[in-house]
């Protein structure tokens, strides 16, 4: 498995599934992240793997950080190489839209057929400057967007082309989310201030929650600093 920021999620209940002798499956998992701290359920996958005898094991690869114990760079075909054979496997991907481009591009290095790589398929919006409305002059833009989630409060950066919701994962907050083109309201936030745009035919909003100000992170794009309330981490 290969997974990037919050693509982690996915492979939680298929390791405890191996643990639980449901799926008889060896599964190593190459973790990208930023930094350690970014890292997501650290303490319970680490019990997974104890447990596991052997079946499950997770590699940690920090783009920032050299640290003992975790690899340092990226997730390539030659880090995959020093854990596994590679020929024999097959991979299923889970992260952001980067993640997959990099990894895709691994994979065809090493001549992997396609049919050996599976994605989760996520219904990202992309190229949203080319939606109608957009407003052109934001392109270049990046804004602060003051979250509030459970008690806390941070600051983070977003550009104007990304959602908020890719935004929150890349700084480390990953509230609930689904289908991630704005229908099915997982990600549902409360917007307190600022300017955004959402295109009209992703807007999945009840009139309800467009009245009282509730938003789509995955669906919603900064057009200006922003002050939002998301929900607990999924
Ligand atoms: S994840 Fe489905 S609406 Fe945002």
Redesign the pocket.
């Known amino acids: 498995g290969i997974a990037g920021g919050c693509g982690i999620t996915p492979f939680r209940s298929i390791a405890k599934s191996i643990v639980e002798g449901i799926l008889d499956i060896d599964l190593i998992l190459f973790y990208g992240c930023n930094k350690k701290e970014d890292i997501i359920f650290y303490n319970e996958y680490k019990e997974l793997e104890k447990n596991s005898d052997g079946k499950f094991k997770v590699v940690y690869v920090l783009a920032e950080e050299d640290l003992e114990g975790f690899e340092q760079g990226f997730i390539t075909s030659d880090l995959i190489r020093r854990y596994t054979d590679i020929e024999k496997k097959s991979f299923f991907i889970c992260g952001p839209q980067g993640l997959y481009n990099f990894i895709d591009k691994e994979l065809v290095k090493e001549n992997i057929e396609r049919k050996f790589i599976r994605k989760e398929v996520f219904g990202e919006i992309k190229d949203i400057e080319k939606y109608e409305g957009f407003p052109q002059d934001a392109t270049e833009e990046r804004f602060n967007v003051k979250v509030h989630i459970g008690d806390d409060s941070k600051t983070i950066p977003a550009k104007a082309t990304e959602s908020l919701?890719v935004a929150l994962e890349r700084a480390g907050l990953c509230p609930?989310?689904?289908?991630?083109?704005?229908?099915?309201?997982?990600?549902?936030s409360l917007l307190i201030d600022g300017n955004v745009y959402i295109p009209k035919d992703v807007d999945?909003r009840r009139m309800a929650d467009i009245q009282f100000g509730y938003i789509?992170?995955?669906?919603t794009f900064p057009v200006s600093d922003v002050e939002m309330i998301v929900s607990r981490e999924a």
């Open positions: 919701l609930p989310s689904g289908c991630r083109s704005g229908a099915c309201g997982l990600c549902r999945g789509h992170p995955c669906s």
